[in-house]
């Protein structure tokens, strides 16, 4: 399935070797092959290999980065799995219908490219902090038993990686396998899902021109800022409304220089 494809899953600063490789394990058991490590502490390691057994192959093309960003800036959809309850709220999905919203992200279209999605997976000791989930459009939440709620690493990638295989298997294939994707003209490729680095930039944009209107006048701005980042998200601006909002925010700062 080719849209599988396009599905990363993220472990964040994993601590056992084994559960990188269980991790890779459950993943090609569901047909995921895309494995990125943000500053593994022990990678490659003969644990990781053990555990991941015939998945060797996704181990050895896993993709190590020194930052989360690194490992989701080309990304047009990111979700962070987390089962805390948090001071500012993200919208929340169960792992059946963060499937269903992943698979028709990836889905090839004529107008678009290759939509890359990301699922973020916290520490096995912390989970994910909350700077974390901000770079996360929703959470997905596994219905765990409230009493006892902590999941091994490699069974919650496993639980999802199932679902995303269960809504894959039930779409209807949009085009044959081997028909090329279009890519579409410019003013097409516009309406593209923004990535996660094109939207980063607009929301750095953002807070510097609050600044220097003096709207935000408490420093760190980061409540405020880790509201309006959820109501963008949810906005799931495309290419060309983010160029919009920042021809804005560049015409309202030069409004500021020549007064």
């Known amino acids: 399935m080719q849209q599988l494809e396009n599905i990363r899953i993220v472990l964040l600063e994993p601590t056992h070797p084994g559960n990188i490789g269980a991790v890779a394990r459950s ?23 053990k555990r991941a057994a015939s998945a060797a192959d ?7 980065v020194d930052d989360v960003h690194s490992a989701i800036e080309d990304c047009t959809l990111v979700m962070g799995t987390s ?11 169960d792992p059946r219908l963060a499937a269903e919203a992943v698979l028709s992200h990836v889905a090839p ?13 916290g520490r096995e000791s912390s989970g994910m902090t909350n700077d974390e989930m901000d770079l996360c459009g929703s959470q997905i939440r596994i219905p765990a038993n409230a009493e006892y709620s902590s999941l091994n690493l490699a069974s919650a990638v ?8 269960v809504a894959a298997l039930q779409q209807q294939p949009k085009r044959s396998n081997d028909e090329e994707i279009e890519v579409g003209t410019p003013a097409q490729q516009r309406r593209n899902a923004a990535t996660f680095a094109q939207r980063a930039g607009h929301l750095e944009h953002l807070q510097i021109t609050l600044e220097e209107l003096d709207f935000i006048k408490s420093k760190p701005s980061t409540v405020l800022m880790r509201k309006l980042t959820r109501l963008y998200n949810k906005a799931e601006l495309n290419i060309e409304e983010v160029q919009i909002l ?14």
């Open 83 to 93: 089962v805390r309850d948090r001071e500012v709220t993200w919208p929340t999905k």
């Open 158 to 165: 496993q639980i999802i990686a199932y679902e995303i295989r």
């Open 58 to 64: 996704v181990l050895d093309t896993a993709r190590v």
């Open 246 to 259: 920042r021809g804005i925010l560049s015409a309202m700062q030069s409004k500021l220089i020549r007064s």
């Open 27 to 49: 993943m090609k058991t569901m047909g995921l092959s895309q494995l990125v490590l943000v500053k593994p502490k022990k990678f490659p390691h003969p644990e990781a290999s």
């Open 109 to 121: 279209r004529v107008d678009e490219g290759k939509q890359q999605t990301a699922i973020l997976f």
